[in-house]
């Protein structure tokens, strides 16, 4: 069972930048593919993005296209979500997602996976 620990959070304007992180532990990091999902006030949990365990294949959703980038540090078991030109529609608690299975590519769901806790992002307008 992996451990997975957000952070970077917050409160930004917008137009603004953040960046996400998660620190996993527990099991090899490297051979399973991560993501990130989102959940605003009454709406259920989204895809945001997702890569692949060797990074070889990346995922966004539509509207994260061009302005989230999402990247992987095997060596140092942690991922990360750039986010730059956020808009109010973005304010949502963030997660942290890793496949239950090595090897395979992009997550597609929130099926099988373990989650962190999650961080609270607001976009303020």
């Known amino acids: 069972q992996v451990q997975l620990v957000e952070s970077g959070g917050g409160l930004v304007q917008a137009g603004g930048s953040l960046r996400l992180s998660c620190a996993a532990s527990?099991?090899?990091?490297?051979?399973?593919?991560v993501g990130w999902f989102r959940q605003a006030p009454g709406k259920e949990r989204e895809l945001v993005a997702s890569t692949s365990w060797r990074s070889v294949n990346t995922y966004y959703a539509d509207s994260m296209k061009g302005r989230f980038t999402i990247s992987r540090d095997n060596a140092k078991n942690t991922v990360h979500l750039q986010m730059n030109s956020l808009k109010p529609e973005d304010t949502a608690v963030y997660y942290c997602?890793?496949?239950?299975?090595?090897?395979?590519?992009?997550?597609?769901?929130?099926?099988?996976?373990?989650w962190g806790q999650g961080t609270q992002v607001t976009v303020s307008s």
């Open positions: 527990g099991r090899t990091f490297s051979t399973y593919a």
């Open positions: 997602a890793a496949d239950s299975s090595p090897y395979r590519g992009v997550l597609s769901s929130g099926e099988n996976v373990s």
